[in-house]
């Protein structure tokens, strides 16, 4: 496991758009972390980093939202309305998560038992006793072991 700490939402936004500018196809991010603790901005910096110059806000109500201007699409996914992981099949899931681009998935704590094991887990954290926007960002990456 990897931890970085930023001190920023510009902060978090700029790590994730470095780890967006080096994902390759068949990448699967699955953020996990507490409200307001920046998975949002994470995301829109990871998209940033794909290429991506396009609005990009969370799908809380659509579930997925796609975008395909960047150097390799991404299939962006916030399950925080889904109580039962069969739910998600629905979205065409499975086709993103193998298909030619990169998925990124807010609240992937709740369909936990789908998402594949090759999967990259980021965790956002509140410090704020280092400051109201200060964020450990945990990463660990299930298929190598860091």
């Not at 992937?108 to 109201?132: C, H, N, V």
């Amino acid at each position: 496991m990897k931890v970085f700490e930023t001190e920023s939402p510009k902060g978090t936004f700029e790590l994730a758009k470095k780890m967006g500018e080096t994902c390759s196809a068949g990448t699967v991010i699955a953020l996990s972390g507490d409200l307001g603790t920046g998975k949002t901005v994470f995301a829109k910096g990871f998209a940033a980093g794909l290429g991506i110059t396009g609005l990009v806000s969370s799908p809380t109500y659509t579930i997925v939202q796609q975008y395909d201007d960047g150097r390799l699409p991404l299939y962006h996914f916030d399950v925080y309305r889904i109580n039962d992981p069969s739910e998600i099949e629905e979205t065409g899931f499975d086709d993103c998560i193998s298909g030619a681009g990169v998925t990124l998935i807010e609240w992937a704590d709740s369909i936990r038992d789908i998402i594949p094991e090759k999967a990259i887990w980021i965790t956002l954290e509140k410090d704020i006793e280092k400051g109201f926007d200060h964020r450990k960002v945990k990463v660990e990456d299930e298929h190598t072991g860091d």
